[in-house]
């Protein structure tokens, strides 16, 4: 057990804006008779070990914390959360700490439960499954499964933590053949807002089960969770990166567009409209990936060649590798911390003329406000076979018939005009996206959604669901439930 004393000095003087006096919660969370596990450590601000359990990927709008746990047991997290609640101390547990939610702002001096020192990856093969912490990352799952000869769905970066993304529904690129994240999840190990730790599967505790996939940073926290999922094509995907000219967008969103109702199981999309300082003007950077023999795959993306792709890279890959070389590498820098905000839209219809649309506005966005380059939008496109294969109400999330998803990035360096902006293309996306109106993968809402935009016609049963497993709603700080 380790604390941080030398940064308490610093912790006192945020005394005048903490919910309690950080001398309070230092003797709450300090005291011996807690006996924390050896490797749980404790740390305030001013710290380099503060600033390492705290550090967000997106660090506008951010939560505040005046201490920081780092449990190195589930059952430490489990007293942390009664600590926290028994003397009424606000908290926000944390895996890869990636959302741009602006809700979570909401949390200004509170108790921080980092998990990142549950960082377990532990694969059993007789039972071709992979159980991995609260804390852990993509990037750290991604080699210990591959060498076991498995493969789990992951996310499209290396940087989000696993169990975060995958509570949201985990949209990625394995869904057509594998389904969402939560469709490959067999349980849970879930910190209640009790403080009790339970498992939660499909004959433990079910109707929570129901929640959790889709919803869950609603009911607790997760320290640790199972997945299921053999190989396919011995591991082996396609790699595909082109940039494009912005004089090929038109051609371009045709052909995506011309993918809906014949996009095969194999193939995922991924599209960035973005500046491109070198020449000038707006590019689009694409990365198609084909989980199956390259020659199958060079019959999808044969097209793209006749497009007068200014640099081009198709390779062969192990699945395990894909997050760190997609889109000429792109996935690594843009999980550098960065000081954004998100906008996100589902839809379930592929319109080329909305493309195009936005990449017109984007252009000419760029060429008005030029501190604005750094803005993009990113167009994901998976192929949606294994996901419509699940019931819609077997979890609570809502949109399993989109076919994909939009991601606006605004930088903030022109934030009035670039959120006007990001405002416009979301709305662009809802209002040819096939639904009444916005519909929104929760994992990448803004936060000023409805709670209908997030989940949809699950929001009576979640709520029903809330009120029995966290009536004073102590999880609360990610698009909060009980709004």
Same mark, same amino acid.
């Given at each position: +057990? ?105 949390? &200004?001096? %509170? ?99 129901? $929640? ?7 009911? %607790? ?7 299921l999922r053999p190989l396919i094509n011995g591991g082996q995907l396609m790699n595909a990166h082109f940039i494009l000219p912005a004089s090929a967008n ?65 390779? +062969? ?44 506005? +984007? ?60 405002? &416009?293309?979301? $709305? ?25 935009? +997030? ?29």
């Amino acid at each position: +057990m380790r604390f941080s004393h030398a940064a308490l000095g610093a912790a006192w003087l945020l005394s005048g804006s903490v919910t309690a006096h950080p001398a309070d919660i230092y003797s709450v969370f300090t005291n011996p008779s807690n006996n924390w596990d050896a490797h749980t450590t404790i740390e305030f601000p001013n710290s380099t070990a503060f600033e390492n359990a705290t550090e967000r990927w997106n660090t506008f709008d951010e939560p505040t914390f005046s201490i920081a746990i780092t449990p190195g047991t589930d059952a430490d997290v489990a007293k942390a959360v009664k600590l926290a609640r028994s003397n009424n101390f606000p908290f926000l547990g944390t895996g890869g700490r990636h959302s741009s939610s602006v809700t979570l702002g909401a949390l &200004q001096n %509170g108790v921080a439960i980092d998990l990142s020192g549950l960082n377990s990856v532990s694969v059993d093969s007789a039972a071709a499954t992979v159980t991995v912490g609260g804390g852990v990352r993509f990037g750290a799952v991604v080699d210990p499964v591959y060498e076991a000869g498995f493969e789990v769905p992951i996310g499209s970066y290396a940087y989000p933590g696993m169990v975060g993304a995958t509570i949201g529904g985990g949209v990625g690129r394995w869904q057509g053949l594998h389904g969402l994240i939560i469709d490959n999840l067999l349980s849970v190990r879930m910190v209640t807002a009790d403080g009790n730790l339970i498992t939660v599967s499909n004959t433990s505790y079910p109707d929570l089960w129901w $929640a959790v996939r889709g919803a869950a940073a609603n009911f %607790g926290l997760i320290t640790s969770a199972t997945y299921l999922r053999p190989l396919i094509n011995g591991g082996q995907l396609m790699n595909a990166h082109f940039i494009l000219p912005a004089s090929a967008n038109a051609s371009y969103f045709d052909y995506l567009a011309s993918l809906q109702g014949t996009m095969p199981a194999e193939l995922a999309t991924i599209t960035f409209i973005m500046w491109n300082d070198t020449i000038g003007e707006s590019q689009i950077l694409i990365n198609w990936v084909w989980i199956g023999p390259e020659e199958e795959g060079q019959k999808y993306i044969a097209p793209l060649y006749n497009l007068n792709p200014t640099e081009v890279s198709v390779e +062969m890959v192990a699945w395990n590798k894909i997050t760190n070389t997609a889109a000429f590498g792109l996935g690594v820098p843009i999980c550098e911390p960065v000081h954004i905000k998100g906008y996100g839209a589902n839809f379930r219809n592929l319109s080329s003329t909305t493309y195009q649309d936005v990449f017109r506005d +984007m252009s000419d966005f760029y060429a008005a406000y030029p501190d604005g380059r750094g803005s993009s939008v990113e167009i994901e496109i998976f192929a949606p076979q294994a996901v419509a294969q699940v019931a819609d109400d077997a979890t609570a999330y809502p949109w399993r018939d989109s076919l994909g998803i939009s991601f606006g990035w605004n930088s903030t360096a022109t934030e009035q005009a670039g959120d006007a902006m990001a405002m &416009q293309v979301r $709305a662009a996306f809802a209002a040819t996206g096939g639904y009444s109106g916005l519909a929104t993968y929760v994992s990448y809402a803004h936060g000023d959604e409805t709670l209908e935009q +997030m989940w949809g016609g699950n929001v009576p049963r979640l709520q029903q669901l809330k009120e029995k497993y966290d009536p004073d709603n102590v999880f609360r700080f990610f698009h909060d439930l009980a709004q």
